[in-house]
C-alpha cells in the first residue's frame, strides 16, 4: 500500500494533474476496469477507473447536482428515472431526494464498483442503496436499454466513463435510439460529455449523434475541479421544446415542491438557468439550432 506518494491521473498524454496520496485503500483489477481509492491530502477520497479520476469526496456534488437536479427539474414531473453507470451512488442520492419519484432505476456494468463505492465512499451513496424505491441492476446500460418497454421513464441520467472501453457503447446511434423509444413524451436524457477544452470532440459528436433521435438538443455547464480544462459539459436531449430554458422562478416552484430548494451546495434556481449559456468556444460544437 503506497503511503505519502504521488498519483498522476493519466486522462491526457501531454497534461494532468497529480494528488498527494496519503493512503491507499483498494486497489481491484475487474472483469471491466482497474478500480483504484486512495485517501488524497486535499480531496479526501478518490476514486480512480483505469487512472482516470471519477469522483472525489471534495468536490462530487458539483457534478452529481448538476447531473440530477437539472434534468429532474427541467421536466418537472419525473416519477421513473433511469441512471446508467454512477456505481458510486450519488446521482442515486440526488434522485432519491426528489419527493416525486417513484422509481429510480440504475444499471452499473461494474459490480466491484458498487461493492467499493459502499466500503469506501460510503457517504456518496448514503441510504440511497436501501430506498424501496431504488432498484440497483449489475449490467450493461445498452442492453438494459434494449429490452426496456416503450415510454418506461421520464428522465434518463448517463453517468459512464468516456467512451472508450466499456462505455464506448453508451456513445453509439443504437443506445440514443433506444434511449428515445423508453422515455415518455416529455421526457428527456442527460449524460457528461467531457471537458470541451481539452474534449471538443466528445461533446461535437454525441451531439450530433443525439440529434438524429432528439428535437431538442443542448448541452450546460458545470465547473468541476477535479475535471481539470475549465467546464466540463453534461449533454441535453429531450423530446419537447424548451426544458433547457424553463424560467428562474418555475424552477425555483419546482425545487421547492420537489424539497430540494436550499440543501444543496453548487446548484440552485439561477445557478441552473445560467448553466445553460454557454461560452462560444463550447456553444460552437452543438448542432444548429432549427
Ligand atoms: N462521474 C464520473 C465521471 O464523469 O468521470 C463517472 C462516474 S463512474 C462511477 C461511471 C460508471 O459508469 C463506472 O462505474 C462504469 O463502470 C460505468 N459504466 C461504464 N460503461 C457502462 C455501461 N456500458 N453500462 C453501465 N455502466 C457503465
Not at 481491484?28 to 479520476?53: K, N, P, T, Y
Not at 456518496?124 to 416503450?150: F, L, M, Q, S, T
Not at 477544452?197 to 461535437?204: K, N, S, V
Request: aromatic share 10%; glycine share 10%; net charge negative.
Amino acid at each position: 500500500m503506497a503511503t505519502d506518494s504521488w498519483i498522476n491521473e493519466t486522462l491526457y498524454a501531454e497534461w494532468g494533474q497529480r494528488f498527494l496520496v496519503k493512503r491507499e485503500l483498494a486497489r481491484v483489477q475487474s472483469d471491466f476496469q482497474d478500480i483504484a481509492i486512495f485517501e488524497s491530502a486535499s480531496h479526501g477520497r478518490v476514486m480512480l477507473l483505469d487512472g482516470v479520476v471519477q469522483i472525489t469526496e471534495g468536490d462530487e456534488f458539483v457534478y452529481q447536482e448538476m447531473l440530477t437536479h437539472v434534468p429532474l427539474l427541467a421536466h418537472g414531473a419525473a416519477k421513473n428515472v433511469l441512471i446508467i453507470g454512477a456505481g458510486d451512488g450519488g446521482v442515486l442520492k440526488r434522485v432519491l431526494q426528489h419527493r416525486g419519484v417513484a422509481r429510480a432505476v440504475m444499471v452499473e456494468i461494474d459490480g466491484e464498483v458498487i461493492r467499493l463505492a459502499k466500503e469506501f465512499l460510503p457517504g456518496i451513496g448514503g441510504d440511497a442503496w436501501n430506498d424501496p424505491r431504488a432498484e440497483v441492476i449489475v449490467g450493461d446500460g445498452i442492453d438494459y436499454v434494449k429490452r426496456a418497454p416503450d415510454a418506461a421513464f421520464d428522465v434518463i441520467i448517463v453517468d459512464s466513463t468516456d467512451p472508450i472501453g466499456v462505455g464506448e457503447v453508451l456513445f453509439t446511434d443504437e443506445f440514443y435510439a433506444n434511449a428515445a423509444r423508453i422515455l415518455s413524451a416529455g421526457g428527456l436524457i442527460v449524460n457528461q460529455c467531457g471537458v470541451p477544452f481539452m474534449q471538443a470532440d466528445e461533446l461535437r459528436d454525441t451531439s450530433l449523434r443525439r440529434a438524429r433521435f432528439f428535437p431538442h438538443v443542448g448541452a450546460y455547464v458545470a465547473a468541476v475541479p477535479t475535471y481539470v480544462g475549465g467546464f466540463m459539459t453534461l449533454g441535453f436531449a429531450a423530446k419537447a421544446p424548451g426544458l433547457d430554458a424553463v424560467p428562474v422562478e418555475t424552477i425555483r416552484a419546482r425545487a421547492e415542491a420537489a424539497g430540494i430548494l436550499g440543501g444543496t451546495s453548487y446548484w440552485t434556481p439561477e445557478v441552473h438557468w445560467s448553466a445553460f449559456q454557454l461560452p462560444p468556444y463550447i456553444a460552437k460544437h452543438l448542432p444548429a439550432r432549427g
